[in-house]
């Protein structure tokens, strides 16, 4: 009985990862970036970083330089890095 119970609250906090999910999330932020007037650049995962900015997974500078083009070093460390060369 115990087993039947956890297997159905597995089943209630499972993650989404259904692809049309993911592609109306990201067209809803690309145009919410659009109307704000910032830039929409393709390869840039805007409803992730998004969704990492309001979990506190990472901080607004950190987002900016994601945004614009900066690759995750070490996740634990938090540092980014350029992905543009010098």
């Known amino acids: ?17 259904n692809p049309h999910d993911w592609a109306r999330d990201e067209a809803e932020e690309r145009n919410r970036r659009r109307a704000a007037g910032l830039p929409v650049e393709f390869g840039v995962n805007y409803a992730a970083l998004r969704f990492m900015k309001e979990n506190g997974a990472i901080t607004a500078e950190q987002a900016e330089a994601l945004e614009a083009g900066a690759l995750p070093v070490a996740p634990e460390a938090g540092s980014l890095r350029s992905s543009k060369a010098d």
Request: aromatic share 6%.
């Open 1 to 17: 009985m115990a087993g039947l119970a956890l297997v159905g609250a597995g089943a209630l906090y499972r993650q989404n990862t």
